[in-house]
Nanobody, 128 residues
């Protein structure tokens, strides 16, 4: 499975961006895809996850209400819509894929170690 993220850029605080992540290759029917971010000198931070089959979602508190994770099954593409961007949202954003659990346990997907596939990052810079 290969993931390719795109859509990052420079935006002013209060602005918006939409990131995309194309997913190719075989994967199981039970699949979850997520977004993480990593700022310089910081640990990788969970942003959001979506279960591919039924589009259940879960968000980090820091982005809840501002970011929206979604997917287009026909295009095999994952999205992250970001509104009301803040300076502290500046980071490299990475998309990742994981085998989904039988039951929806969102906190499982907070840990990056539970993801099997990673794309390269796309840089989002928010100017204050």
């Amino acid at each position: 499975v290969q993931l390719q993220a795109s859509g990052g850029g420079l935006v002013q605080a209060g602005g918006s961006l939409r990131l995309s992540c194309s997913i190719s290759g075989p994967r199981s029917g039970h699949y979850a895809a997520g977004w993480f971010r990593q700022a310089p000198g910081q640990e990788r931070e969970f942003v959001a996850v979506i279960r591919w089959s039924d589009e259940r979602t879960y968000y980090a508190d820091s982005v809840k209400g501002r970011f929206t994770i979604s997917r287009d099954n026909a295009k095999n593409t994952l999205y992250l819509g970001m509104l009301s961007l803040k300076f502290e949202d500046t980071a490299v954003y990475l998309c990742a894929g994981a085998r989904s659990l039988r039951y929806w346990i969102p906190i499982y997907y907070i840990d990056p170690r539970n993801y099997d596939y990673w794309g390269q990052g796309t840089l989002v810079t928010v100017s204050s």
